[in-house]
C-alpha cells in the first residue's frame, strides 16, 4: 500500500470540510485514504484499482495537494490526458536555504507575473511551494512549462524563458487544433 507523507498545514486541504475532498479523491478514483492528521502520513489502499496508472495518479492527485495545489486543480489528474511534474528546486542549488528562496522567487516573479506567464501561456497550473515546484497539466503543455522552470533555475535571463514560451504558445495551438497559424 503506498504512503506519503504531506506536510501538516496541508492535511486540513486533503480532508476538506467535512471531509468532502477526501471523499471526492475516493469516488473519482476508487482508492481509500487513509490520513493520520497528526504525522501527515497519508496511506493509499489501491487495491479495488484495476487499472495501474489511476493508481499512481491517485498519489499524484495527493502529492499535488500536499504541493499547495488546491483540490479542484489536482482531482484533474486523475483524467488521462492530465499529468503531474514536481521539481525540487535543491536539484539545482542544493541545501543551502538562500539559494533556493532566491530561485523560488525567479520562477514566481515579481508579483507573481513570471508563475502566471507561465501558466497563462502553457495551460497548466503552477504551485511554488518550500523546495518545489509543481505543475499540472496536459502532458504536451506540462513539458513546455517544465521547460521555461527548468531554464528559470538553470539561470536564464527571464526574457529568454518568455521568448521561449511566446514561440511555444504557437506549438500549443497546433497541437491542440491540428492547424498551423499563419500570421
Not at 476538506?16 to 476508487?30: L, N
Not at 499535488?64 to 488521462?80: C, S, T, V
Not at 497539466?137 to 536564464?156: H, T
Amino acid at each position: 500500500m503506498p504512503s506519503m507523507k504531506i506536510p501538516k498545514k496541508r492535511i486540513g486541504v486533503l480532508i476538506g470540510k467535512d471531509g468532502s475532498v477526501k471523499e471526492m479523491i475516493e469516488e473519482e478514483s476508487g482508492a481509500e485514504l487513509e490520513i493520520d492528521s497528526k504525522t501527515g502520513l497519508v496511506e493509499i489502499d489501491v487495491r479495488d484499482i484495476d487499472d495501474p496508472i489511476l493508481s499512481l495518479k491517485v498519489e499524484d492527485v495527493v502529492k499535488a495537494i500536499g504541493r499547495g495545489f488546491n483540490p479542484e486543480k489536482a482531482i484533474e489528474i486523475l483524467n488521462d490526458e492530465i499529468d503531474f511534474a514536481l521539481l525540487d528546486i535543491r536539484d539545482w542549488v542544493g541545501k543551502n536555504k538562500n539559494a533556493v528562496k532566491r530561485m523560488r522567487g525567479r520562477v514566481i516573479g515579481r508579483d507573481g507575473r513570471t508563475r502566471e506567464l507561465i501558466e497563462e501561456l502553457t495551460e497548466t497550473y503552477v504551485s511554488i511551494m518550500g523546495n518545489t515546484v509543481g505543475i499540472i497539466g496536459p502532458s504536451f503543455q506540462l513539458n513546455i512549462a517544465r521547460r521555461a522552470v527548468e531554464m528559470l533555475l538553470d539561470g536564464r535571463e527571464h526574457a529568454t524563458v518568455y521568448k521561449y514560451l511566446e514561440e511555444s504558445r504557437e506549438k500549443i495551438k497546433i497541437k491542440k487544433t491540428g492547424f498551423r497559424i499563419y500570421r
